[in-house]
């Protein structure tokens, strides 16, 4: 049973506009949510995180937003760059244990 | 240094071959893990150490053996693998397995089983 969901395989965006990433969760107990990005042929790369017990985290152009109610977390991206392109995954794990990923939504970003 | 570092970039053995995966990381940090990830999947967790001492096993076949020699090596003995072992093998670590912070990862080992 998944208990990170991204269930848009692919998101399309031309430069400049928002990008918006979906995941969903099922386990409440999660304190720590993260997005890692990973290019082709290369490990994730950590991009931006939030706690639990937050509802907004923002990183320059990277903004994750946390609807706990929901079990919903998103990822906006703002103003969208080509160099953006690349493979994003909502992962969350909770004290202990170790990262669960979903399956990752691949984000193009067209000129 | 804020790097985690994954020897060799690719790997090609048989199915009679033993090889092993390095890894390493002089961050301080005191848990590794060991991830693979397969074409349009997520990472699955394969092993994790905390503190030197191996803490989880998710289930992994024997013929994948973990390895710690010291809190910034990591290893992973490979032995009479399978075709479906190939697979992106990444490693990755974190502060302490006991706080939620996000890791660092390798670029990985690019594994072919043949």
């Known amino acids: 049973d998944q208990q990170v969901k991204q269930n848009s395989p692919s998101l399309s965006v031309q430069e400049g506009r928002i990008s918006i990433l979906n995941c969903d969760y099922t386990?409440?107990?999660?304190?720590?949510f993260l997005w890692y990005k990973k290019y082709p042929a290369e490990g994730p790369t950590f991009l931006i995180s939030?706690?639990?017990?937050?509802d907004k985290n923002e990183d320059g152009r990277f903004t994750v937003f946390l609807n706990k109610s929901a079990k919903h977390l998103s990822l906006h991206i703002v103003p969208s760059q080509p160099g953006d392109s690349a493979v994003y995954f909502c992962?969350?794990?909770?004290?202990?244990?170790?990262?669960?990923f979903g399956k990752g939504t691949t984000l193009s970003v067209s000129s | 240094d804020t790097e985690v570092t994954q020897t060799p970039k690719h790997l090609v053995m048989g199915m009679t071959n033993k090889k092993s995966l390095k890894c390493e990381q002089h961050m301080g940090h005191r848990a590794m893990y060991w991830y693979k990830q397969k074409a349009k999947k997520p990472p699955e967790l394969m092993f994790v150490?905390?503190?030197?001492?191996?803490?989880i096993n998710e289930s992994v076949p024997s013929r994948f053996s973990p390895e710690c020699p010291n809190s910034s090596l990591l290893n992973l003995h490979l032995h009479a693998l399978q075709p479906e072992d190939s697979a992106l093998y990444l490693c990755?670590?974190?502060?302490?397995?006991?706080?939620?912070?996000?890791?660092?990862f390798g670029s990985g080992t690019r594994l072919t089983v043949v």
């Open positions: 990755a670590s974190s502060q302490d397995r006991s706080q939620g912070y996000g890791y660092t």
């Open positions: 992962a969350a794990n909770q004290a202990g244990t170790a990262l669960i």
């Open positions: 150490y905390s503190y030197e001492k191996l803490s």
């Open positions: 939030i706690s639990s017990i937050k």
């Open positions: 386990n409440s107990m999660f304190d720590y």
